[in-house]
C-alpha cells in the first residue's frame, strides 16, 4: 500500500512531482529523526528520588542527557534501518523519474500543440502550402493524442508512491482539443471560398452559354469566350473535385457544416454538371451558329454597301462646291448637311 501521495505537474518546460523527491527525502528525516528524539525523552533511572539511594552507587562522574539518543543513533541495527528506509523512498522516486520520462513526449507534443496558430494554418492553405492530405494527418494526430490523454491513468501506484496525475490530464486534455476545434472551424470556411469561388465562374459561363447572341458583334465575343471556356475546362474540373475531396474529408471527419455552405456546393455540383452538358451541346453546333450568323454578317455587308452610296451621293451635294463667307456658320445650311454627313460616315 502506497505510504505517500504525490502529484505530477508541469511548468510548460519539464514534468516535476509535487512535493519533490527531496521535500519527501527531508520530512523523512526528519520523521526519522523523531523516534530518537522520542526515545530519548524518557527520563533516565538516575532522576528517580526513590532510585537515588542506588543509583548514587554507581554514578561516578555528572549523568549524559543524551545517552539515550546515542545509543539509538549508535545501534547497527537501527542505523540499518534509517538506511533501508532513506533508499527504499530513493528507489521510488528513481521510478517515478523513469514514469515521467514516458510523459516527457506527451508534453513536447502539448507545447506544441499551445503554439498552434490557426491563422498561420489558414494562409498556407491559401497558398497551396498545407493540402487536405496535411489536414487529414493533423486531424488524425489529434483525434489520437487527445484519446491517449484520456486514457491516461488518474492513479499510479510505485511502490511507496502513489502519482496522481489527475490534474496533469486535465490540463493536457484542452491543448489537442482546441487545435481540432480551430481545425473544424477553419475547414468549412475554406471549403466554402472554394466553392463561391468556381461557383460564381461557372454560373457566369452558364449564363453565356444559354444566351443567343442577338447580332454578329455579340457572336464573335461569343466565339471567343466559347475558346476560353474549352481552353480553362480542365483547371474548372480540377477546382471542382479539389471542392469535392474537401466535402468528403469533412464528412469523413464529421465536421460539422452550415446548411447553407452546403446547399451551396450541391448547387456547385448541378452547376458543373450543366456547364459540362451545355458546352458540348454548344461545341457540336457552333459550325452551324457560325453558317447562320455568316449569312446576317454578309446582309448586314450588303446594306453597308447601300448605306454609303447613300452618303456618297450626298457628299455631291452641290451647296459643298459653292463656299460663302457664311459658310463656316454653325448656324448654316452647309455646315448642318456637313454635320448630319459626317454623323452618317460615322456610323
Same mark, same amino acid.
Given at each position: ?9 508541469? @511548468? ?18 526528519? *520523521? ?43 545501534? =547497527?541495527?537501527?542505523?540499518? *534501518? ?21 510523459? &516527457? ?9 499551445? =503554439?498552434?496558430?490557426?491563422? %498561420? ?10 493540402? *487536405? ?5 493533423? &486531424?488524425?494526430?489529434?483525434? !489520437? ?40 472551424? #477553419? ?27 442577338? %447580332?454578329? %458583334? ?18 474548372? /474540373? ?15 471527419? @464529421? ?8 446547399? @451551396?456546393?450541391? !448547387? #456547385?455540383? !448541378?452547376?458543373?454538371?450543366? &456547364? ?23 446582309? =448586314? ?7 454609303? /452610296?447613300?452618303?456618297?451621293? !450626298? ?13 463656316? @456658320?454653325?448656324?448654316?445650311?452647309? &455646315? ?12
Amino acid at each position: 500500500v502506497p505510504l505517500f501521495e504525490i502529484e505530477s505537474n508541469d @511548468n510548460e518546460d519539464t514534468l516535476g512531482f509535487a512535493p519533490a523527491a527531496e521535500d519527501v527525502q527531508r520530512e523523512t528525516d526528519k *520523521l526519522l529523526a523523531s523516534f530518537t528524539i522520542t526515545v530519548s525523552s524518557v527520563p533516565s533511572l538516575s532522576a528517580e528520588k526513590s532510585l537515588k539511594q542506588y543509583t548514587a552507587l554507581v554514578e561516578a562522574e555528572e549523568p549524559n542527557e543524551d545517552a539515550l539518543g546515542e545509543m539509538v543513533a549508535g545501534d =547497527s541495527h537501527f542505523v540499518e *534501518l534509517v538506511a533501508s528506509i532513506r533508499e527504499a523512498v530513493s528507489d521510488t522516486f528513481e521510478k517515478a523519474e523513469e514514469c515521467k520520462e514516458v510523459l &516527457m513526449p506527451l508534453l513536447d507534443m502539448v507545447k506544441e500543440f499551445r =503554439s498552434l496558430d490557426i491563422q %498561420d494554418i489558414k494562409d498556407q492553405a491559401k497558398d497551396g502550402q498545407k493540402t *487536405l492530405e496535411d489536414f487529414e494527418d493533423d &486531424m488524425n494526430m489529434y483525434n !489520437a493524442q487527445k484519446r491517449k490523454i484520456e486514457r491516461l491513468p488518474a492513479h499510479v501506484r510505485l511502490g511507496l508512491l502513489l502519482i496522481n496525475s489527475e490534474s496533469l490530464r486535465d490540463k493536457f486534455l484542452p491543448a489537442p482539443a482546441k487545435c481540432l476545434a480551430e481545425i473544424e472551424e #477553419l475547414l468549412p470556411q475554406l471549403g466554402n471560398e472554394k466553392v463561391q469561388t468556381l461557383l460564381a465562374e461557372i454560373n457566369e459561363a452558364n449564363a453565356k452559354l444559354n444566351k443567343t447572341p442577338p %447580332d454578329v %458583334d455579340e457572336f464573335c465575343d461569343y466565339l471567343e469566350f466559347l475558346e476560353a471556356l474549352e481552353s480553362r475546362q480542365d483547371d474548372i /474540373k480540377d477546382l471542382f473535385e479539389q471542392a469535392e475531396d474537401h466535402y468528403s474529408l469533412m464528412d469523413k471527419q @464529421n465536421v460539422f457544416v452550415p446548411p447553407d455552405q452546403r446547399a @451551396n456546393f450541391q !448547387a #456547385l455540383s !448541378a452547376e458543373f454538371s450543366n &456547364m459540362k452538358t451545355w458546352l458540348t451541346e454548344r461545341q457540336g453546333r457552333k459550325d452551324d451558329d457560325i453558317a447562320q450568323y455568316t449569312v446576317k454578317l454578309e446582309a =448586314s455587308i450588303k446594306m453597308l454597301h447601300e448605306e454609303r /452610296k447613300v452618303a456618297s451621293n !450626298a457628299a455631291l451635294d452641290e451647296a459643298f462646291l459653292e463656299y460663302t463667307p457664311t459658310g463656316m @456658320n454653325p448656324d448654316s445650311d452647309v &455646315m448642318k448637311k456637313l454635320i448630319e454627313l459626317d454623323q452618317a460616315a460615322e456610323d
